[in-house]
């Protein structure tokens, strides 16, 4: 054989052994990425700063732990398009999929599918009705007990001769709402006066089958900033002698106050409100610039934590994906929350903490914001 067609069977050689090495997964192959594990997030909404910035956050934790990665769909608060989600998942071959239902009912057809196609799936901050699969849920109800229960001797301590009642700015069809934020916080305003009333005001019913009632005013706002705003400002022509205010989320806290506001009301003095006293639900930027001013009667907010709770549902998937817990076994674990007052929290434990769980691109700076307004 000539020296020629000697070094032209060598490299083939080479080439064949190259090619086998490859077939069999050795070496870094350029398909790794293609077989990472993918994690498929369906949020409620994106408008909310915490679930738009716990997607970032869970993104960037799945890669950086697990290398997996995290794709979030944003259904924008439509149940339709959170299942239509679920079903672009599924056929992407996600490994995991993280649904926060839209409500409680409506997604027992779409677990199931999932789970008859051998795919993962968890609930995520949401409970559904069907209990099928593993849920991570927030622990909000202690702490909007406690923001209930120091609301009011707050407001009984500034006005010991003015009675307390009640109004929340909610959402009236999520069950999850009445066990975790407003029954809660109205357990706490009970265990403080206990002369709320019983007759001539709303009632519901948590998932327990207890009675809710007390609240002078109960309104439905959906998380919707407008329509807040709008079911607050009748709320106020209609019971102008309501004093402790709660809205249970980002949207219907803000738009609560918003209301107050332009209704000449929402006011503090040195941090002393003069005709009500404010509690909101997220502790984003724009609620903490709100209970940081001592000039705002929005004076307390629960404080959800989008950094700690991305960690907790990326964990909790990836315990279902790697088959260290059965996905057909419905168990609730708890992530913690937070709460926040004026009175309690100096500028600059809320701008840190702000700062940390929600990593803005420009660090919230208090005293300045406050100062500009």
Same mark, same amino acid.
């Given at each position: ?85 679920? /079903?672009?998942? *599924?056929?992407?071959?996600? &490994?995991? %999929?993280?649904? $926060? =239902? ?123 900033? /407008?329509?807040? *705003?709008?079911?607050?400002? &009748?709320? %106020?022509?209609? $019971? =102008? ?133």
């Amino acid at each position: 054989m000539s020296k020629q067609a000697k070094m032209i069977a060598l490299v083939t050689a080479l080439l064949l052994v190259a090619v086998a090495v490859i077939a069999c997964g050795g070496g870094d192959s350029k398909d790794d990425s293609d077989k990472s594990v993918l994690i498929g997030y369906i949020p409620i909404t994106l408008k909310h700063d915490v679930h738009g910035n716990t997607a970032v956050w869970a993104e960037r934790y799945a890669m950086e732990k697990y290398g997996a990665r995290h794709e979030t769909i944003d259904p924008d608060q439509d149940l339709s398009r959170s299942i239509a989600a679920v /079903e672009t998942f *599924m056929a992407r071959g996600a &490994d995991g %999929i993280v649904l $926060h =239902p839209v409500t409680e009912d409506g997604v027992r057809e779409i677990i199931r599918e999932v789970r008859d196609a051998d795919i993962n799936i968890m609930t995520y901050c949401l409970d559904a009705t069907c209990k099928q699969v593993p849920a991570l849920l927030i622990d909000e109800a202690t702490v909007a007990q406690e923001m209930g229960t120091d609301m009011t001797k707050q407001w009984i301590s500034l006005y010991p001769d003015i009675p307390v009642k009640v109004g929340f700015i909610s959402w009236t069809d999520i069950a999850f709402c009445f066990d975790n934020r407003t029954g809660p916080f109205l357990r706490g305003v009970k265990s403080v006066v206990d002369y709320l009333p019983t007759e001539g005001v709303q009632r519901f019913r948590d998932s327990a089958g207890n009675d809710l009632y007390g609240a002078t005013y109960w309104e439905h706002a959906g998380g919707v900033l /407008e329509v807040a *705003m709008q079911v607050t400002g &009748d709320a %106020i022509t209609k $019971h =102008p002698d309501v004093n402790i205010v709660y809205g249970d989320n980002v949207s219907n806290g803000l738009g609560a106050l918003a209301a107050y506001e332009a209704a000449g009301r929402g006011i503090a003095i040195d941090g002393v409100p003069q005709t009500e006293i404010i509690a909101s639900t997220d502790a984003s930027a724009g609620e903490l610039r709100k209970l940081a001013d001592p000039r705002s009667s929005l004076l307390y907010a629960l404080g959800m934590q989008p950094q700690v709770f991305a960690y907790a549902k990326v964990d909790l998937i990836m315990e279902l994906i790697n088959g260290t817990l059965d996905n057909d076994v419905y168990v609730q674990r708890f992530t913690p929350d937070v709460y926040f007052n004026f009175y309690k929290d100096s500028l600059q434990s809320l701008q840190d903490w702000f700062n940390a769980q929600y990593n803005p691109d420009t660090p919230l700076d208090l005293a300045a914001e406050i100062a500009r307004q």
